[in-house]
């Protein structure tokens, strides 16, 4: 359908802003930055290589039973916040698995990952920031979005934010080190998700506990994927059972689900309860979620090879694309990406994947710097050695445009 309206400088004289709107968007389409929806086909007959199911149980028929059962006992939504009518029993079984299975005191699920950080960290910044004292967030400048949203959302009264070059301790150190706060929270991603780069969880927790800070660690590409039988980069690191560790994660991933949640001790998860907007005033997640979610970590406990598997796959991936001459992150958990340089390169890409049977993800600024578009491919734990030789003839079409396109930019033949 196509709509027909009067101009709204009309209506708003001397200005419209849907001519604004349609400016900005034709200078992103210039700029190879438009974004689209693209829907998937529940039959297509491609390798995928762009989600985030790591452990390969999306289509597992057993979360779908699990589903099915919850929606049978509990209905389709939650009906109302966490605080209201949200909270059902398999709420409060799932939490307690979480909690359990990871190391945790106490675990506190949320109807999305991304809503898991945004109420962690503004929640207990401003329950830190008691009048006088003031609370120092220091963050990593490739923290994932929802971090860095949350940290916009924490700052004033009080709460003040540094954000620091990528992986540099010693940055993070001194902005700890010299701080008018008395108190700090040092928040990182565990994995990043786009490079598949596992942070130095062990050093970050060393310089929080050196300099009297909590450590917010968003481990959303690390549970399932790290640590004894994928218990994450904190329970690797050894720090899991520390009181000065809050931890946030997502069920949209290794466990093939949606929603998310925060572990820590008690006095964290009563301060969420009592305070988190994201808590009071967000519907809880579904019983159908929360039930395939138990499902799945339930599955993840008796197959403690699935996460070993991924980090094979995913390493694999890696090196076939450096085989053929193409410039792979090196993975520490399920991701690696193949960093092609400009936006219109990683799209070729990705299309020249596409049609030899392969779909990857393309992540281009401002997901990325400028000059850091990438493929990003995970690697399943399921894939099959049919799949790796599907993964190996579409990346070496992509390498062939690649390479081509750099010639030919070389040439003077396209503006860079």
Known sequence: MTWHYAPMADIIPGFDPLARLRSATEARAVAGLRRRLVPRRADAQVLDLASNDYLGMCGDHRLAEAAAAAARTWGTGSTGSRLVTGTTALHAELEEALAAFLGAPAALVFSSGYLANLAAVTALSAALAAPGDGVLIVSDERNHASLVDACRLARGRGVRLCVTAHADLDAAGEALASREERAAILVSDAVFSVSGAAADVAGLHRLARRHGAMLVLDEAHSFGVLGEGGRGAAHLAGIAVEPDLVRTITLSKALS?????????????????????????????????????????????????????????????????????????????????????????????????????????????????????????????????????????????AAEHWDHGRNTARAGGISR
């Not at 009563?270 to 979620?289: E, Y």
């Not at 039930?291 to 094979?312: F, K, Q, T, V, W």
């Not at 340089?341 to 994947?353: D, I, L, R, S």
């Open 257 to 397: 689900g949606q929603g998310g949640a925060v572990l820590g001790p008690p006095e964290v998860i009563d301060t969420l309860v009592d305070t988190a907007r994201g808590m009071i005033f967000d519907t809880g997640l579904a019983p159908t979620s929360a039930g395939a979610a138990l499902a799945a970590l339930r599955i993840l406990e008796d197959s403690p090879d699935l996460p070993a598997a991924a980090r094979r796959g995913t390493a694999r991936l890696a090196a076939t694309a450096r085989e053929l001459g193409l410039r792979a992150s090196e993975p520490d958990a399920a991701v690696t990406s193949v960093i092609l340089g400009g936006p219109g390169a990683a799209m070729a890409a990705q299309a020249a994947c596409a049609v030899h049977g392969a779909r990857v993800g393309c992540f281009r600024p401002p997901s990325v710097p400028d000059g850091e578009a990438c493929l990003r491919l995970t690697g399943r734990a399921t894939l099959s050695e049919a799949d790796f030789a599907v993964a190996k003839q579409a990346l070496a079409v």
